[in-house]
């Protein structure tokens, strides 16, 4: 039995993105200016009251806020460590969200002025056991103007010694000045592939599930810098594939998107410049329609090509070798069937197609009968494949 199998049979079982979440700052996937910065900060002792968090959903925040936290209050040393020993009392309770002196909040549910006071009349109080009481605000764009205002004196007055307000958001954009500007700000930016795909690969190496390297790769792509949604995909897959290795094709399968072999036959249709490939061209996309395939799926998979064979048109009139070790292709056709496409098409004709596709994006979005619109594109595409 995998090793998954046996854990789903006892209690103990934890989602992966639970069971492998980091455990120190240096085990956060990506970040690295970030995670130096907190490091020193925790070394030289130079703890602010306020962190302002900002990125994507999965990009880390909470888990980087969790780990800030145990590296504070980690009983097994004497002060703030940058190795928490995820054993100790303090440890244990943070990592399951029940420690008395690092209160998480929902800021899109208490928002309001009276939340944010109570918030601040239990900071005043000492910590019960712990070096540092910790707030996570989570969501922190959400707070209402008064309650953002409130919450301005406890960030800046020194007052409120050994508190630390930890507020985390997906949009900066939306969190007032006068809060961002009294914190230290931290931007997390979508994990970069490779980093996902080696943090997939360890997972799998951990759990004895097989996958290839393309698979990893399809899942990390969907996962667009997000660790949480890479890994919880990665276990679903390991799940349905019940011990077979997983292939790239169930990724795209489970995502819904188009196989390679099927955008490689609409791609061939458009390319030929043969009027008989049309009736094929209708006839696949009404195929991935009824397979319940969106067309907006369909369009964005099309672009990717478009841009990969646009890349390689100009290597290629430039007389440029094509290093498979240097190019960085966005679609998940190979680079070989790309090479060869791009060879025999010209850059008037991935321009016009580019627009083409472009232009059937804002019409799909809008439009009801989507489908309609699709066919109209991929009759446009084929066309310009006649000159
Ligand atoms: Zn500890």
Redesign the pocket.
């Known amino acids: 039995m995998s090793n998954l199998g046996a854990r789903m049979q006892n209690s103990e079982y934890q989602p992966w993105h639970l069971e492998f979440r980091p455990q120190t700052l240096l085990e956060v996937s990506g970040h690295e200016l970030l995670k130096r910065t907190l490091i020193n900060s925790i070394k030289l002792g130079r703890i602010a009251n306020g962190y302002l968090f900002c990125g994507g959903k999965g990009t880390g925040k909470t888990s980087t806020a969790r780990i800030f936290a ?1 590296s504070l209050n ?3 040393f004497p002060k703030p460590t940058v190795e ?5 009392s ?2 244990k309770e943070i990592e399951a969200g029940i420690n008395l002196d690092v209160i998480e909040i929902d800021a899109a549910s208490n928002n309001g002025v009276e939340h944010i006071r109570s918030v601040i009349e239990t900071a005043q109080l000492t910590a019960v056991n712990s070096r540092y009481r910790i707030f996570v605000l989570d969501e922190c764009h959400m707070l209402t103007r008064a309650a953002a205002n409130s919450l301005l004196k406890t960030l800046e007055e020194a007052s409120f010694k050994r508190v630390v307000f930890i507020l985390c958001t997906t949009e900066k954009d939306k969190v007032i000045d006068t809060i961002a500007s009294r914190c230290l700000n931290f931007d997390f930016i979508p994990i970069p592939q490779s980093e996902i795909i080696e943090r997939l690969q360890f997972i799998c190496n951990q759990e004895n599930v097989e996958a290839s390297n393309s698979a990893l790769k399809a899942i990390a792509k969907h996962s667009q810098g997000g660790m949480r949604d890479a890994i919880q995909n990665l276990e679903e897959l390991a799940l349905s594939a019940d011990k077979t290795p997983i292939e790239s094709y169930m990724v795209l399968q489970k995502t819904g998107k188009m196989q390679n072999e099927d955008l490689m036959k609409i791609m061939d249709s458009v390319f030929s410049g043969d009027l008989r490939g049309i009736n094929t061209l209708l006839l696949k996309s009404h195929q991935l329609i009824t397979q319940g395939k969106q067309p907006k799926e369909i369009l964005e998979q099309m672009l990717e090509v478009y841009r990969d064979l646009a890349q390689l048109v100009i290597l290629i009139d430039n007389g440029e070798k094509v290093d498979p070790e240097s190019i960085s292709l966005l679609s998940d056709l190979n680079l070989e069937y790309l090479t060869k496409t791009a060879a025999s098409t010209s850059w008037r004709q991935l321009e016009l197609g580019f627009n083409a596709i472009e232009r059937a994006f804002k019409e799909v979005s809008l439009s009801s009968n989507s489908r309609i619109w699709l066919d109209m594109l991929l009759l446009r595409l084929a066309k310009l494949g006649l000159f």
């Open positions: 145990k980690c009983l097994a928490p020993c995820g054993k100790c303090n440890c």
